[in-house]
């Protein structure tokens, strides 16, 4: 097994950035799952017993979040292209343009 290979455990394997960068993404959103877990036990007068509920719904909650920031900043990209591609356009293409825009929510 590689793993015994006394030469092996002994040396330092370099971390990309990449994976520097994707480990602390999920620290921070495993930490910000913690403090809302918490949160919710505490909103809930500190009743013990309901850790992994309250966990399995702060969980829920961050990565909705999360993915909703994702959809919102693609979308706002898209729109952005997509109004620069169009500056140039008749009014009523820019006057659509304006209907879709979206606003921070």
Same mark, same amino acid.
């Given at each position: 097994m590689l793993?015994?290979?006394p030469i092996i455990m002994?040396?330092?394997i370099? +971390? $990309?950035p990449v994976e520097t960068r994707t480990t602390k993404s999920l620290d921070d959103r495993q930490e910000h799952i913690r403090?809302?877990?918490? /949160? +919710?036990?505490e909103q809930r007068g500190r009743q013990d017993g309901l850790d992994l509920e309250d966990w399995l719904q702060a969980e829920s909650e961050v990565v909705t979040a999360s993915h @909703?920031?994702?959809v919102r900043s693609a979308m706002e990209d898209w729109l952005k292209a997509e109004w620069e591609s169009y500056a140039?356009? @008749?009014? $009523?293409?820019?006057?659509r343009l304006? /209907?879709?825009e979206v606003t921070p929510g």
């Open positions: 793993a015994r290979d002994n040396q330092q370099p +971390i $990309s403090r809302r877990a918490f /949160e +919710i036990y @909703s920031r994702a140039g356009s @008749s009014q $009523s293409q820019q006057k304006r /209907e879709l």
